[in-house]
C-alpha cells in the first residue's frame, strides 16, 4: 500500500539459534512457563540463555551465562505491557526481534496467549512470521544547559504534578515554534505504539503503529479547546515547565520517573533506536483492537445487519 513503511519479513528459519527469555517473576505460573519453554527449545537444538531474575526464580542461575541472553537472536518475553516496555529499553540498542507471551489480564503488545504459544513457535522456527519495526521516542530533561536525565520510550513521556491535584503549566514548542501553554493535570507525549496506552485513556486518538508519528495529548486540559495534536515523526518537541510549585515528575513509559524544577525544558524527539515485535502468526493488529477494546461488529453481525437492511 503505498506510503506505508513495509514490515520486515524472516525467511531464513537458521537466523534464529540463539533464544532468551525474560519474565515477570511477580507473575503466577512465569516459573514453570519459562522450564516448560527451555526444555522445549532446547529439543529443538536450540541455546537457551535466561535473564538473571528469572533464572535466580527456576534456580538456575549460571553466573559465567547470566548475560548472555542480550546476545539472543529472538527474546520471549513473558508477562504483561509494562514487562514489554521493560524489555524494549533493555534491548534499545539491541537488533533484536521480541515476541510476548500474554501472562496478564490486558495487553496489547503481548500478542501470543499461553494456549498458543509453541504453535507460534513452531512458525517462528520455520521461518514464516513478520517483525514491526516499531518507533521509540528519546526525551532529554535538561536544567538549562546541563543535562539531567535521558533515556528512550517505546509508549510515552509524561509530564505532571504527580499525585498533587494541582495543574501544571507547560510551555510547549514543536521545533522552536511557540505551539501554546497548556494548564493542565499533565502532558502526555506518545508514540503510535503508546496511542493505545495512557493517552487512550485521557481521550487521545488511536494511531496504527505503521504510522509513524509523535501525539501530544494534554491531560484534562483547563481550557476544553485543548486538543490532542498528531505531529510528523521528525519533530522535536519541547515542554518548559512553567510551574514553581515542587512535585512536577517526568515519567517514561509509566516505569521511570524523574523530578523536574521551574524552568526545567524535556526535549522529545524520535528515537534512533526502534522497537522489533514479532506479530502474533494468528492475528493481526485490528483483531487485536477490536478484542482488547470489547467492540462488537464481527463478520457475522455485520452480514446479518447488511442482511436485515436489505
Not at 7 to 13: A, D, Q, R, S
Not at 56 to 81: M, Q
Not at 147 to 155: I, M, P
Not at 285 to 291: A, C, F, G, S
Amino acid at each position: 500500500m503505498i506510503g506505508r513503511r513495509p514490515k520486515l519479513f524472516y525467511g531464513n528459519p537458521m537466523t534464529i539459534e540463539k533464544v532468551g527469555i525474560i519474565a515477570n517473576t511477580a507473575k503466577e505460573g512465569s516459573g514453570g512457563y519459562t522450564v516448560a519453554l527451555r526444555k522445549w527449545l532446547r529439543e529443538r537444538g536450540l541455546e537457551v540463555y535466561l535473564e538473571g531474575g528469572i533464572a535466580a526464580e527456576i534456580g538456575l542461575l549460571e553466573p559465567e551465562k547470566s548475560g548472555l541472553w542480550i546476545d539472543a537472536d529472538l527474546i520471549v518475553v513473558f508477562g504483561g505491557d509494562g514487562t514489554i516496555l521493560r524489555t524494549a529499553r533493555l534491548l534499545s540498542e539491541r537488533d533484536v526481534p521480541i515476541i510476548g507471551v500474554n501472562l496478564g489480564v490486558f495487553g496489547y503488545l503481548t500478542e501470543v496467549n499461553l494456549d498458543e504459544m509453541y504453535s507460534a513457535l513452531e512458525e517462528i522456527l520455520s521461518g514464516n512470521f513478520q517483525v514491526e519495526r516499531r518507533m521509540m521516542l528519546h526525551a532529554e530533561i535538561l536544567n538549562g544547559d546541563t543535562l539531567l536525565q535521558a533515556g528512550s520510550v517505546l509508549n510515552d513521556v509524561v509530564i505532571n504534578r504527580g499525585n498533587l491535584s494541582r495543574l501544571v503549566e507547560l510551555e510547549t514548542a514543536v521545533d522552536g515554534n511557540y505551539l501554546t501553554t497548556f494548564k493542565a493535570d499533565g502532558l502526555i507525549v506518545a508514540t503510535p505504539t503508546g496511542s493505545t496506552a495512557y493517552s487512550l485513556a485521557a481521550g487521545g486518538p488511536i494511531v496504527f503503529p505503521e504510522l509513524d508519528s509523535i501525539i501530544i495529548n494534554p491531560i484534562c486540559p483547563h481550557t476544553l479547546t485543548n486538543r490532542p495534536v498528531i505531529l510528523p515523526e521528525d519533530v522535536v518537541v519541547e515542554v518548559i515547565l512553567n510551574t514553581r510549585e515542587p512535585g512536577a515528575t517526568v515519567t517514561m513509559d509509566g516505569q521511570i520517573s524523574f523530578p523536574i524544577t521551574y524552568k526545567d525544558r524535556v526535549l522529545i524527539k524520535r528515537s534512533e533506536q526502534v522497537t522489533k515485535l514479532v506479530s502474533s502468526p494468528h492475528r493481526g493488529y485490528l483483531e487485536i483492537l477490536r478484542t482488547k477494546l470489547g467492540w462488537g461488529g464481527s463478520q457475522t453481525d455485520l452480514s446479518r445487519k447488511e442482511t436485515n437492511a436489505i
